[in-house]
């Protein structure tokens, strides 16, 4: 499991990259076929940049070893045609990862807005300004209220949305970094910009964005899940979008995303045993996936 190797390699000055949300649940194999990313993969990459090799077993029976421990394997890259192949192309039985060092230095915020416009507008010109954070991450009100309501985070329930931004690397570099994403916050209309006070509330706010979805279970039983990425500069205009479809529809949509890299997650919360809810929620996913490639995105 994801988690048991970032427990096991705790304090030993590494960690494992990819950080999916299901990082208590989701196993390395399911990782290398999904190709699977997280918040952090903004800076550090998906799983296809921490895997060097891969023992597999091929539709044939035959167990073949792609990639290698050395730099540069020699011959074509089939461990990177494997990883994200979602067991079309064999099972994975052993897999060698690459870890990587723990920055010397970290810091996390929490900016505040009003609208998810003002969040969407600040992820997209911190980008624009040439820099890269560890992560950046958006929750729009009603999963941030769910949210703040099952694991008590820290997180303000009276926000239009809230962005997760953490920045790390050499202390001094870290603080530039930092003062930054605040005043470019405030110019998109920050009502507050919080840095947290030590681990234990950065580790309280990453488990509030990372307990999301089983969040959702507080408002409904049911949700449908969309995985597309849109240009950031497309952000606000998307998601304004889905929302008025989530309208049309009579549906409820919640929308907690990797701002960074533009990778949206709308969530439509319903409860199945509705009378007729299944036919309303299958049309506004084909409407909201309709709008994310309209706006010159791909399905992720």
Request: hydrophobic share 55%.
């Given at each position: 499991v994801n988690l048991d190797l970032t427990r096991y390699l705790h304090r030993s000055g590494f960690h494992f990259a990819p950080d999916p949300s299901s990082q208590q649940v989701c196993t390395i194999g399911g990782n290398v076929a999904n190709n699977s990313g997280g918040p952090h993969c903004l800076a550090y990459g998906v799983t296809n940049?921490?895997?060097?090799?891969?023992?597999?077993v091929l539709p044939s029976g035959e167990i073949a070893m792609l990639g290698g421990?050395?730099?540069?394997?020699?011959?074509?890259?089939?461990?990177?045609?494997?990883?994200?192949?979602?067991g079309t192309l064999g099972i994975t039985t052993k897999i060698a990862?690459?870890?990587t060092p723990d920055a010397p230095a970290v810091k996390t915020?929490?900016?505040s807005f009003e609208t998810v416009r003002?969040?969407?507008n600040?992820?997209?010109?911190?980008?624009?300004?040439?820099?890269?954070?560890?992560?950046?991450?958006?929750?729009?009100?009603?999963?941030?209220?769910?949210v703040e309501n099952y694991v008590n985070a820290g997180y303000p329930r009276d926000a239009g949305a809230v962005l997760l931004a953490e920045v790390d690397g050499l202390a001094e570099s870290i603080e530039i970094d930092a003062e930054r994403i605040a005043q470019i916050g405030n110019?998109?209309?920050?009502?507050?910009v919080r840095t947290a006070a030590d681990e234990t509330?950065?580790?309280?706010?990453?488990?509030?964005?990372?307990?999301?979805?089983?969040?959702?279970?507080?408002i409904a039983p049911d949700y449908y899940l969309h995985d597309t990425v849109v240009p950031r500069s497309q952000l606000a205009d998307v998601l304004e979008k889905i929302y008025a479809i989530a309208d049309k529809y009579d549906l409820l949509v919640m929308n907690v995303f990797h701002a960074g890299d533009g990778n949206l997650h709308p969530l439509l919360v319903f409860d199945g045993r509705d009378e007729g809810i299944l036919d309303r929620v299958h049309a506004a996913g084909s409407e909201i996936v309709r709008v994310s490639l309209d706006a010159g995105g791909v399905l992720s």
């Open positions: 940049a921490h895997v060097q090799a891969l023992e597999v421990l050395d730099a540069e394997p020699a011959g074509i890259d089939l461990r990177g045609a494997f990883v994200g192949s979602e990862v690459t870890i915020l929490l900016l003002d969040a969407a600040t992820v997209s010109q911190i980008i624009a300004a040439g820099m890269v954070p560890a992560a950046l991450e958006v929750m729009d009100q009603r999963i941030t209220v769910a110019d998109n209309n920050a009502i507050e509330e950065r580790a309280a706010l990453w488990k509030g964005r990372k307990t999301a979805f089983g969040a959702v279970a507080q």
